[in-house]
T-cell receptor, first 112, second 115 residues
Framework: TQLLEQSPQFLSIQEGENLTVYCNSS?????LQWYRQEPGEGPVLLVT?????EVKKLKRLTFQFGDARKDSSLHITAAQPGDTGLYLC????????????FGTGTRLLVSP | DSGVTQTPKHLITATGQRVTLRCSPR?????VYWYQQSLDQGLQFLIQ???????AKGNILERFSAQQFPDLHSELNLSSLELGDSALYFC??????????????FGSGTRLTVV
């Protein structure tokens, strides 16, 4: 079974601070995605990274896929209260049926 | 609105009962995925259908079953319900089945409470 461990599990910061969320596995993934989920809603796709070492930027969010395609990070610059939510990484298996495996999640709270 | 429609939004039922959750995928998407989300287990993959056929099974209990109909909507049937089945159940859809890195589009979920 492929597992994706995210750290930290919980993060409470003040508006304007920077933060990094990590997503780690011992398995190789063909691609990795990041989702954000708000209370009462389903996860919403933020980005997909495919190539090892790939870096993608989405406004104040920077996503990186590890060189070996086993890990990923999400960096948020100058966090805002609107960034509050549950962040989930999800890896697509490198072998067999390529279903998405979701990480354990990081719950972020940004206070004004 | 994500384009994936799930009904009902909330469901409260007693132990031992049977319920059916319904999902309409985003227009054009052929795959439907069912996930269970609980506080201590995170988002767990249950089952996937692609164009009417079952494609993959995850941690789905024998008391649970699903199907995808010709119009591509899907239903998840949960029977002999137990207190531990209380959770959020999400449906997601995607264009392809398994061979492209496209993301999933999730519905807003059905919150099931078993009392």
């Amino acid at each position: 079974t492929q597992l994706l461990e995210q750290s930290p599990q919980f993060l409470s910061i003040q508006e304007g601070e920077n933060l990094t969320v990590y997503c780690n596995s011992s398995s190789v993934f063909s691609s990795l995605q990041w989702y954000r989920q708000e209370p009462g809603e389903g996860p919403v796709l933020l980005v997909t990274v495919v190539t090892g070492g790939e870096v993608k930027k989405l406004k104040r969010l920077t996503f990186q896929f590890g060189d070996a395609r086993k890990d990923s990070s999400l960096h948020i610059t100058a966090a805002q209260p609107g960034d509050t939510g549950l962040y989930l990484c999800a890896g697509r298996s490198n072998t067999g049926f390529q279903k998405l495996v979701f990480g354990t999640g990081t719950r972020l709270l940004v206070s004004p | 609105d994500s384009g994936v429609t799930q009904t009902p939004k909330h469901l409260i039922t007693a132990t031992g009962q049977r319920v059916t959750l319904r999902c309409s995928p985003r227009s054009g998407d052929l795959s439907v995925y069912w996930y269970q989300q609980s506080l201590d287990q995170g988002l767990q993959f249950l089952i996937q259908y692609y164009n009417g056929e079952e494609r993959a099974k995850g941690n789905i209990l024998e008391r649970f079953s699903a199907q995808q109909f010709p119009d591509l909507h899907s239903e998840l049937n949960l029977s002999s319900l137990e207190l531990g089945d209380s959770a959020l159940y999400f449906c997601a859809s995607s264009v392809g089945g398994y061979d492209s890195p496209v993301g999933y589009t999730f519905g807003s979920g059905t919150r099931l409470t078993v009392v």
